[in-house]
């Protein structure tokens, strides 16, 4: 089984949103952790505050399966894919990291936003601090405590998940 690290954020109705994000990824993949709820402005346009988390999970499914299974998630959540790189998003589900693998198909991994974004670090810094950057070598809580805090404005909400 490989652990792997995903990014989940919305913008657009966004509780809603994050909450049938995570549904779903629960439905194929085992053992999910999640990380606090952040609140962050948009980066790269002007648009609502996203909320964005992190999750961990097993799976035994190979990259390519997975990236295809956070597309079909996105999509059935309302995701637009024909806009502009930085718009706004009602789901998107962004595959972090896979293990310790390195490659850049069928996607970027480890994801180049781990190291540039704190609302991908903080919140991955919490779940797996002891974890390694597969290429970097350093575990995500010496990257987030090396982090530009001032960079990009970032907090945890309440969120109350309901009870299983």
Known sequence: MATIYISVGSNVNREAHIRAGVASLSTFFDELTLSSVYESESVGFSGDPFY???ISASTAKPIAEVVHILKKIEDENGRVR?????SSRTLDLDLLTYDDVVCQDPVELPRGEITKNAFVLWPLAEIAPQALHPVLKQNY???WSDFDKNKQALWVVDFIWPAH
């Open 52 to 54: 964005n988390m992190a």
């Open 82 to 86: 024909k806009c502009a790189k930085f």
């Open 141 to 143: 809580a010496e990257l």
